[in-house]
């Protein structure tokens, strides 16, 4: 590409802002000439007031539980805002038993350039604090909060309850999304998001609740050597959080895309299964990649952190960024031992309050900021593992689409849009190569609300551009997700992503093209293509079987994927903490724990030894679950030990 990085996002930026600006109604003027609601229409009654961030300070006795949960949702009580006065900090705390005080900075290994003015820092001292409330730190702390201890969760973004939604794109992207959802790999190769919200991906994904395919637990278990997933253990955490999420597998009604991805599959003879969702069968919303409007979709803000909540015991303090882990040294020990997090508060602490650091004192510190965000903050905390950062997996995504027209026929359904419905019920694995190890692909369904959409689609004139966003409702996109043996480097985070796409990576996505193509087509798309730059299109109604072919061939031929020309995305991060078994290929062991400090844990999709291949929140869950026992494990037994040397 001509434009360098920067330029190159200020360019999408501004592309993005045409579609998702909004005025003071929160319309915009587009929306009717592409047949587009703008926020669900069944919620629109959220939006009468500007969107504020969630908060309560001190509610009073009175309030109904069930009122107060709908109003501020149900964390409301285990929130703790530092931009407030101190007296409100501290009583927020009370409730949870847990207390303010102030320690001296010598207590720990601080930067310099840290309050030079102050002494002291504010501390709060708990038995576990969990850096990240997504699919693995949030069930970490529900467990151990359920056990009763002590959990403080120290969580990046802002808490968006049901009712401070907005389920506007331009306003999700800001605010639920890290970057804006403008983040890219130095090549500006692939897009990726990744949620940073109170629950994480967990709370902004598409629903799909994929248990951890038996042949990769089979290669993690042999091939790497972690017994972990081969053990009753594993099975059991899996069976445990899909319990608790309510994963089931049946759509009662599926959206366009999925619609058309099924129909073409089984026209094709192709194989074509139902995903599990943690939603109920009648959740029709297509909506929940900004959200869930009514808690339906079971995110960790409303499972395992809820469970905290209601234990008491426990804080979550949304609005700030872990500095980096503290430790201190033992005599005698070879590791260093981890002594909490220092934390900085994104907003200015209220008038004569001193600085915006505040120390989580704990016995055990469990990071689970993400792929991206957790190897940037052990380096910055001093560790030296080769292995983080590295091993970067982004389930490379490209997309093929298909319009289908209204044309009065009963397939498909006219009253169906795009962006309406279940985002994701339906996948093919008919690329997946499951047979010979699952590095292949799997076929599924995005969700494209206007913004994304228009960045996807290629410049090839404003008039072809004009054209494609007026059909964007009966536009049908359909996504092959590759199960990627390439692997990239996140050492650079945020300023740097660097990934590239393997040969053989390569290979079998574009089989997945082709797949895509002939599925749309045999589903009764007018016409097909893919974001390719070239902007091509093929009639399918006019053209030939020969004409057809050649531009199968042609979309889908080496060299489109590699080289720019084909914008690709990613939603799934992993393997940058690998688990292992030994240090010099991975960065924690089976345990979770970091081979470099005692009682540092990581718990989340940077612990993948290799690709998942499906969709990772059922595995991550799983896999800290299994953290969370070990965690449970090292404090009874620092429980035991205290007992018997006060005896």
């Known amino acids: 590409m001509s434009l360098d990085k920067a330029s190159s996002t200020s360019h999408i930026a501004s592309g993005l802002s045409t579609k998702l600006t909004v005025n003071e109604k929160n319309e915009n003027p587009t929306w009717k000439a592409i047949d587009y609601t703008g926020p669900d229409p069944d919620f629109l009654d959220q939006f009468r007031k500007p969107p504020e961030p969630e908060r309560i300070t001190e ?57 030079n003015k102050n002494r002291t820092l504010p501390t709060i001292r708990c038995d576990v604090v969990v850096v990240g409330s997504g699919s693995g730190g949030g069930v970490v702390a529900g467990v151990l909060a359920r056990a009763g201890h002590k959990v403080v969760v120290v969580e990046r973004g802002r808490y968006h309850a049901r009712r401070g939604l907005t389920l506007l794109e331009g306003h999700a992207m800001d605010n639920m999304y890290d970057g804006g959802g403008l983040i890219t790999t130095d090549d500006l190769g692939v897009f990726v998001l990744a949620g940073s919200t109170v629950g994480g991906g967990s709370a902004v994904n598409w629903s799909a609740s994929i248990r951890t395919p038996q042949h990769v637990m089979a290669e993690w278990c042999n091939v790497h050597g972690l017994e972990l997933f081969g053990s009753d253990a594993y099975r059991e955490a899996l069976d445990a959080v899909c319990s608790h999420m309510g994963v089931q597998a049946v759509a009662s009604n599926e959206n366009l895309n999925n619609s058309v991805l099924r129909r073409g599959c089984k026209e094709l003879g192709y194989p074509v299964q139902t995903i599990p969702r943690n939603a109920d069968a009648d959740h029709y919303c297509g909506w929940c990649c900004f959200g869930c409007k009514d808690g339906r979709k079971k995110a960790t803000s409303e499972t395992w952190l809820v469970d905290m909540a209601e234990c008491g015991n426990s804080v979550i303090l949304p609005g700030c960024s872990a500095v980096r882990v503290l430790q201190r040294s033992r005599p005698g020990r070879r590791r260093p031992a981890a002594a909490g997090v220092l934390v900085r508060f994104d907003e200015e602490m209220a008038a004569g309050e001193e600085g915006t650091y505040v120390v ?14 957790t190897p940037e903050l052990l380096l910055r905390s001093g560790l030296r593992n080769p292995n983080i950062g590295r091993n970067l997996h982004l389930h490379p995504v490209v997309m093929a689409w298909g319009y289908f027209p209204e044309m009065g026929s009963r397939w498909p359904e006219e009253e169906k849009r795009s962006y309406d419905g279940s985002i994701m019920t339906a996948m093919s694995t008919v690329v997946a190569n499951i047979k010979s ?45 590759g199960r990627d043996r390439g692997c990239g480097d996140a050492r650079g985070f945020p300023g740097s992503l660097k990934y590239k796409l393997r040969e053989d990576d390569e290979e079998n996505m574009q089989k997945g093209v082709e797949k895509m193509l002939r599925i749309l087509a045999a589903a009764g798309a007018e016409e097909i293509g893919t974001h390719h730059e070239a902007g091509e299109r093929l009639n399918v109604k006019t053209a030939s079987s020969h004409e057809f072919e050649r531009f199968v061939t042609r979309a889908s031929q080496r060299g489109r994927l590699r080289n720019g020309a084909t914008p690709l995305c990613s939603a799934h991060q992993m393997g940058t903490c690998r688990m292992g078994v030994e240090p010099r290929t991975s960065a924690v062991d089976q345990r979770g724990e970091t081979w470099e400090v005692e009682g540092l844990y990581v718990a989340d999709t940077s612990t993948f030894p290799t690709a998942l291949g499906v969709n990772p929140m059922v595995t991550v869950q799983a896999i800290a679950y299994c953290t969370a026992q070990s965690v449970l494990e090292v404090l009874r037994r620092s429980k035991k030990q205290r007992v018997t040397s006060n005896k």
């Open 360 to 373: 989580v004192k704990a016995k055990v510190t469990v990071v689970a900021c993400g792929a991206l965000r």
């Open 59 to 115: 509610p009073g006795g009175d309030e109904d539980p069930g009122e107060l949960s709908r109003d501020f949702g149900p964390l409301h009580r285990a929130l703790v805002h530092f931009d407030q006065p101190r007296s409100a900090v501290s009583a927020a705390l009370a409730r949870a038993g847990l207390s303010l005080s102030d320690a001296t900075r010598n207590d720990y290994l601080l930067p310099r350039n840290i309050n």
């Open 437 to 481: 190890g699952g590095y292949g692909a799997v076929i599924q369904t995005p969700s494209l609300h206007p913004g994304m959409f228009s960045v996807l689609t290629p410049w090839t004139s404003g008039a072809d551009v004009k054209e494609r966003m007026l059909r964007f409702s009966r536009t049908a996109h359909i996504f092959t997700l």
